[in-house]
């Protein structure tokens, strides 16, 4: 790991204007992802903003009937709130479904959102990777493609988002909080803030240098069927090949997200019109325009008989 | 004849061992995001209490919670497998969680409390988890059990406590301590030798003694 300094902060602004202050610097807070990239030294900060002591910690109703959830509440306690669990049992799914009880009970809200890459050339440094290293290459096209992506990716990435939170929230419609060091405040639709890589995979959100991710807001219930079904190569601890989240209504209509086959959460409003028609209509939809390797094409047979197990879960 | 007739014990080896590679080793691959003004290394203090006792520390910011509790405090109950948050040998309880003690920094912890696997029971006044370990065979080389022991006391806590887990059919019913949900919660504590069956058995029987 390479050396930096590191202080603690104590308001979400302070820690917004210690991070403009300090080139190189990075926000720290469960530390699951960002210490795992430092001892590779994927990630070499010169700084640590450590933002524990900030508060945001809590879970808090808005007005509009939906849960403001703030961006240091442990994946743990949100996965395990009465009210998420009630209402938004997708997001407790898709949760639960991730990492383990020890890193669920470390990891952030803010920090899931964050989270990098898996792509096994993205870990090996002695690799070209356009996303650790701009420009150098992508050697995940022609290597090891298994696990990458199949759609949204680009000549110079194929690496997936490797999360399951954000697809649950990405279903959800929910909405990303931000403060800027200039003490500025957006309100930031989940759909747009995970990038495309195009030709720059290196910069995997739209958050300006510096910008502090507060909450994760969820509008009110829509109610229906939650379910979020993880397809992986270990029953337990292991990122997606396929998941789906899906949120589907007595007559039929729904919401479907997909993970582990896109450089972010993958969902196409237009395709769940389909949803009636049954899983095969509604891949189609959601996989239009798909570029797999020879490797992870299972991965466009898979989305379709998941979506169809998951159809038949919410059928009873 | 006993080892340390010489003077040499297992862990002495193991160090000196450790630092004549360090010397022949190649370094790290650098850094390729890097900036040009690279800090030296800095020192911090910490303050935290680890099985009960208030202990204070000076680190350099990069020592992990993990090098911190078998590097500073000599505690090398906890044990450093993949150093990566994988295989959940370092598991530790802070402020009444587990968590994977090699995937933070120790200057995080000011002020927590902190219970290692030598927390948990001594050699002559076990922990009811250690001592089912002991009776129902729950571990082979032994190197994961202080991880498994610490993660499975938690587990435990977690089901009283209500916390749901991906095997839990109803999120809205309280979860119980079977099989199906207790090897879901023990995922993140790899065991090579394959000690889990009996593992399962020694979390049962404590699970049932608290009902």
Redesign the interface.
């Known amino acids: ?6 202080e ?1 902060v104590a308001t979400p602004a302070e820690a917004a204007s210690a991070a403009a202050r300090t ?2 610097a990075k926000f ?1 807070a469960g ?2 992802n960002l ?2 990239l430092m ?6 900060p ?3 903003i ?1 933002v ?1 002591g900030i508060g945001l910690d809590r879970i808090e109703p808005t007005p509009e009937g939906g849960l403001r959830i703030g961006a240091l509440v442990r994946n ?1 306690d949100l ?2 709130d009465k009210r998420v ?2 209402d938004y ?1 997708l997001l ?2 898709a949760l ?2 991730g ?5 669920r ?2 990891a952030t809200t803010a920090g899931n959102l964050l989270q990098r890459t898996r792509c096994p050339y993205f870990y090996d ?2 690799q070209p990777c356009n996303k ?2 701009p420009g150098s290459g992508c050697a995940a096209i022609g290597g090891y493609s298994r696990q990458l992506g199949v759609i949204g990716t680009s000549e110079a990435c194929i690496a997936t988002y490797p999360g399951d939170m954000a697809v649950a929230l990405r279903a959800l419609d929910a909405t990303v909080e931000t403060v800027k060091p200039d003490g500025s405040t957006r309100a930031i639709p989940i759909a747009d803030f995970h990038r495309l890589p195009g030709d720059t995979p290196h910069i995997d959100t739209v958050l300006e240098p510096g910008e502090l991710i507060t909450a994760a807001t969820l509008p009110a219930p829509v109610g229906g069927t939650h379910v979020y079904h993880k397809v992986r190569d ?4 292991a990122f997606a090949l396929v998941s789906v989240g899906a949120i589907v209504q007595r007559d039929g209509s729904g919401r479907v997200a997909l993970g582990g086959i896109a450089p972010k959460p993958w969902r196409v409003e237009a395709a769940e019109a389909a949803l009636p028609r049954g899983a095969k209509a509604v891949a189609e939809g959601l996989l239009a325009g798909a570029k797999p390797t020879g490797d992870n094409a299972f991965k466009l047979t898979l989305v379709e008989r998941t979506l169809g197990a998951v159809l038949a879960q919410t059928r009873g | 004849m006993k080892d340390d007739d010489f003077g040499i014990t297992r862990r002495g080896v193991l160090a000196s061992g450790g630092a004549s590679f360090a010397i022949a080793s190649i370094p ?8 040009a ?6 020192a ?1 203090k910490v303050a935290l209490t680890v099985n009960g006792k208030k202990r204070e520390l000076e680190v ?3 020592t ?1 919670l993990l090098d911190a509790l078998r590097e500073h405090l000599h505690l090398t109950g906890t044990k450093k497998g993949c ?3 994988q295989c ?1 040998a370092c ?1 530790v309880i802070v402020d009444g ?4 003690s090699c ?3 120790a ?2 912890h ?1 002020g927590d409390e902190v219970t290692t696997i030598e927390g948990l029971g001594t050699p002559e006044k076990l922990h009811p988890m250690q001592a089912a370990f002991v009776k129902h065979d729950g571990y082979q080389c032994g190197y994961c059990t202080p991880g498994q022991i610490c ?1 499975a006391v ?2 435990l806590d ?1 089901i009283r406590r ?5 095997v ?1 059919r109803d ?2 019913a309280r979860p119980r301590a079977t099989n199906d949900e207790m ?3 023990m ?3 790899i065991c090579r030798c394959g000690a889990y069956s009996n593992i399962l058995e020694a979390m049962t029987e404590i699970a049932g003694r608290r009902g």
């Open positions: 790991m390479r050396p930096f300094s590191y603690r080139q190189g720290i530390g699951t210490l795992d001892k590779l030294e994927i990630e070499a010169t700084h640590l450590d524990n743990t996965a395990a669990r009630k049992a407790s799914r639960l479904a990492a383990s009880g020890q890193l009970n470390k440094t002695n650790r290293k270990r029953a337990s601890y | 790290p691959a650098r850094a390729e995001i890097a900036p003004s690279q800090p030296m290394p800095a911090m350099d910011t990069r992990t150093d990566h948050g959940g598991t969680r587990r968590i994977n995937l933070s920094l200057v995080m000011e993660s938690a587990v977690e209500g916390v749901p887990s991906h839990t999120l809205n090897r879901e919660r995922s993140g504590n």
